[in-house]
């Protein structure tokens, strides 16, 4: 119960802080939260995420890693 609240606590300081800047947030499963420009990519060949973080620069994250993408 207790990760859900911080999840949650997490989601909506995601939403709070990032004004207009991303279109999508990806919750991993060890309770982050992304802030990405644009939708993630996701390659299935190598189970990679792509996606340009806040500052632009393009990054990935194991497909595993990821819990969930919502879209703002």
Do not use: H
């Amino acid at each position: 119960m207790k990760n859900w609240a911080v999840l949650i606590s997490a989601v909506g300081l995601a939403f709070a802080v990032s004004g207009c800047s991303s279109d999508y947030v990806m919750a991993t499963k060890d309770g982050r939260m992304i802030l990405t420009e644009g939708k993630p990519k996701v390659d299935d060949d190598t189970g990679l995420v792509s996606y340009r973080d806040q500052q632009g620069n393009k990054m990935q994250i194991n497909r595993d890693d990821v819990s969930q993408i919502l879209e703002r």
